[in-house]
C-alpha cells in the first residue's frame, strides 16, 4: 500500500467510520511451490458452449490495469478481455481496440455497456493525489496533495467502486476480484493523510460492500507497488497489516496482476481477502501453485 493464522470464517463488518484493529506480531505464511499450478475447480466457469470467460477491467488505464488486461489477452484461450478506462487519451494508450470502452465509475449508467455480459470483473480504479505545485525539494520539508474537484477518494474508491458492484450484479457476474491496499486497519496511517482524502477508509468501506454483496469476491490488499518483473518472487499472503511490521512489504505490479488472473481460475480463491507482498527477488522460491496459495488462505475479510 502476509501469513494468516486462522481467521474468521464468516465476514466482519466494520462500522464506519471504524476502529482499527489491533495489530498482531507478524507471522508470514510464505507461499513457495515447485508443483505445477493445477486446475481443479474454476471459480469463473467459460460461457455455454465452451467459450472463454468474458473478464472486465476497470482502471485498465492504469500501470497495473494495463498488465491484467494484456495478460487476459495473451489468455485467449481462456478468457475475453475488455477494459475500462476514463478518457479516450487512456483508451488510445493501451491500443483504443473496440474491446476497451470509455465511462465513468462516479456514473452508474456511463458503465452499464462496460459490464454487459461479463462474467468476471476486475476492479483496479483508485483516487490518486496529486502534488500541489511549488514544492521545492531543495528547501526541506514535504510536499502537499490534493485531490481533484469530484475525483477525491469518496467518489472514486467508495461510490465509484459501490457502482461497478452494483452493475456487476445487476448482470449476474460471477467473480468480482477488487485489489485494494494494505493499511486499512489503521485511520492513522500516512495515505489517509493525502489530500485529506481518508483514501484508504473508503477503500475500506468498498471492501466491506463487496464482502456483503452475496456475490463471489477475492479481495487483494497489495503491498507497496513496484515496476519490476514479475514471476521471479515467493509470495507472502497475510492479514490485518501484519506485514507491513516486516521488511517485506512490497510487490512488483506484474504480480498482482497475475494473483488476479489466478483468482479467477480456482473455486479456492472466492469469497477470500488477504494482504499480499513478496520476497525479495532471490530469496525463496518463485511462486508457481496458486491453488495452493489460495488454500491457505482462511480469512473472508
Not at 458503465?111 to 454487459?116: Q, R
Not at 489530500?195 to 473508503?202: C, H, K, M, R, Y
Request: glycine share 12%; charged share 25%; aromatic share 6%.
Amino acid at each position: 500500500m502476509t501469513t494468516a493464522a486462522a481467521a474468521a470464517t464468516t465476514t466482519m463488518r466494520l462500522p464506519f467510520p471504524f476502529r482499527g484493529q489491533t495489530l498482531l506480531p507478524p507471522r508470514h505464511r510464505v507461499v513457495s511451490s515447485r508443483k505445477g499450478p493445477g486446475r481443479a475447480g474454476v471459480a469463473v466457469s467459460a460461457a455455454a458452449g465452451g467459450s472463454p470467460a468474458t473478464v472486465l477491467v476497470t482502471g485498465a488505464g492504469g500501470r497495473t490495469g494495463q498488465i491484467v488486461y494484456k495478460k487476459l489477452k495473451e489468455r485467449a484461450g481462456q478468457f475475453t478481455a475488455r477494459g475500462l478506462v476514463r478518457t479516450e487519451d487512456s483508451k488510445a494508450k493501451i491500443g483504443g481496440g473496440d474491446d476497451v470502452l470509455v465511462g465513468d465509475i462516479r456514473d452508474l449508467g456511463s458503465i452499464a455497456a462496460a459490464v454487459e455480459g461479463i462474467d468476471a470483473l476486475v476492479i483496479l480504479t483508485s483516487g490518486v493525489p496529486k502534488m500541489k505545485p511549488g514544492f521545492d525539494p531543495s528547501k526541506g520539508g514535504r510536499p502537499e496533495f490534493y485531490f481533484e474537484e469530484g475525483s477525491d477518494p469518496e467518489q472514486v474508491d467508495w461510490i465509484g467502486q459501490k457502482n461497478q458492484i452494483d452493475a456487476a450484479k445487476s448482470v449476474g457476474v460471477k467473480q468480482i476480484v477488487l485489489v485494494g491496499s494494505m493499511g486499512g486497519t489503521d485511520l492513522n496511517h500516512p495515505l489517509n493523510k493525502l489530500g485529506n482524502g481518508n483514501i484508504l477508509v473508503w477503500k475500506r468501506k468498498a471492501e466491506q460492500y463487496l464482502a456483503d454483496s452475496g456475490l463471489p469476491y477475492t479481495i487483494i490488499r497489495a503491498g507497496g507497488l513496484q515496476d519490476k518483473d514479475g514471476g521471479v518472487r515467493e509470495l507472502i499472503i497475510g492479514k490485518d497489516d501484519e506485514i507491513l511490521k516486516t521488511e517485506t512489504k512490497t510487490i512488483a505490479r506484474a504480480d498482482v496482476a497475475e494473483v488476479c488472473i489466478q483468482a479467477l481460475l480456482f473455486e479456492e480463491a472466492r469469497f477470500k481477502a488477504f494482504d499480499l507482498a513478496s520476497k525479495p527477488e532471490g530469496e525463496g522460491t518463485p511462486t508457481t501453485d496458486f491453488k495452493s496459495v489460495f488454500a491457505q488462505i482462511a480469512t473472508r475479510f
